[in-house]
């Protein structure tokens, strides 16, 4: 096995990591700034003026799949990124996570990484002209509608949005919440999953449309705070769907194929999740390190207490054996594929989240009480990370599918406790 990263995944790398420090980082304080004024649901100037020079340098969609992937409908190349692989796409992504609103700045936040990449692998023509192109070139943003309030919507089975067809539309029904990003005053379409038929098979019933936000009968009711944070501009939204018709063009690759295109969206959604989770766990490090530096307590720097010397220790351990999982796991989805490479993204899914959330609880305590204020952003990221412990799929769910993985690869063999008996006899 070799360590070292690439030439391509250097260069890539540390084009992200430059533009971040030297654009990104400065001006971070101007964000809070813009931010703070006005109207929470708005367009802030920086992020649009970073994106502009990003796009300038070609460092944007970095996420898209690589050519050569085609898409299921249309093998139009026009609408591919720069090519990187998802082990590539990783270590720009760690950097992009160090910096809460960088990955937009890139192009490359969610839900329009995996609307983007359900539109390239799923989307007619016509829907790549009407509603990639536009959100590839960051000029619209977009929003995914799964989770509903009142079921368990860990089993997307239970889902009960439906989606019925009427002559040349669908009509749909129904109540989603923690629909992201539908507070973005530039979200113009959302990713709807729901049945169109209730009584076919369990994993046939369900299907996906894209609707538009301004469709009568759509009514965002509420925004859903996280532990007092509202995620502004972004948001998370409860959304009433009341007989919202939109045509029938609208239906992504079928009636029945839902799950098809959830699996194809949620595979490297979760692991770009992941990515940027290390980041993230990289800052909080940093940010406990200097602090324990700049304080003393009972007659000696803080750092010198032992048990901060463990908590350091650790969380180093922690972030890199983390990193390692993650960079086999975007290995293996680049080698064998989505399919094959599911425990190990299910182990990553579950494993990052879990691991940034104690090191930013422990950079909380290292900054005292500073550290629930608001003014080291770490209650901010504590409050995101442990969003992503439910987020596409809670860790009950991939946990489950890790130990069922693990349990059918020690599966006991038919008559196998009468060969070991016999076996042993044998040598009495």
Known sequence: MNFEPTERQQY????????????????????TEQDAQGDRW??????EDMKAKAKAQGIWNLFMPPQGQLSHVDDSFEFDGPGLTNLEYAMCAEEMGRIGWASEVFNCSAPDTGNMEVFHRYGTRAQK?????????????????????????????????????????????????????????????????????????????????????????????????????????????????????????????GEGRGFEIAQGRLGPGRIHHCMRTIGTAEEALAKMCRRLQEREAFGKPIYKHSVWE????????????TRLLCLKAADMMDKVGNK????EIAMIKVQAPNMALKIIDDAIQAHGGGGV???????????????????DGPDEV??????????????PQPNSDAVSSGDMGATR
């Open 12 to 31: 890539w790398r540390d084009r992200v990591r430059d533009f971040i420090e030297t654009n990104v980082r400065p001006n971070t304080g101007t964000y």
């Open 42 to 47: 708005k367009v802030i100037p920086i992020v």
């Open 129 to 253: 002209d009407q509603w990639l192109k536009p959100l590839m070139e960051g000029e619209i943003r977009s929003a995914f509608l799964m989770t509903e309030p009142d079921v368990a919507s860990s089993d997307a089975t239970n889902i009960e949005t439906r989606i019925e067809r009427d002559g040349d539309h669908y009509v749909i029904n129904g109540r989603k919440w923690w629909s992201s990003g539908a507070g973005d005053p530039r979200c113009k379409i959302a990713i709807v999953m729901g049945k169109t038929d209730f009584g076919a098979q369990r994993h046939a019933q369900q299907s996906m449309i894209v609707m538009p936000l301004d469709a009568e009968g759509v009514t965002i009711e509420r925004h859903l705070p996280v532990f007092g944070y509202d995620d502004a501009p972004h948001g998370h939204m409860e959304i009433a769907l009341d007989n919202v018709r939109v045509p029938a063009d609208n239906l992504l690759l």
């Open 310 to 321: 463990e908590r350091v220790a650790r969380a180093r351990i922690d972030i890199d054996m």
């Open 340 to 343: 094959s490479a599911k425990q």
């Open 373 to 391: 204020s608001n003014d080291y952003g770490l209650a901010n990221s504590y409050a995101h990370q442990r969003t992503l412990r439910l987020a």
């Open 398 to 411: 991939h946990a489950r599918s890790i130990a069922r993985m693990e349990f059918a690869k020690h599966a």
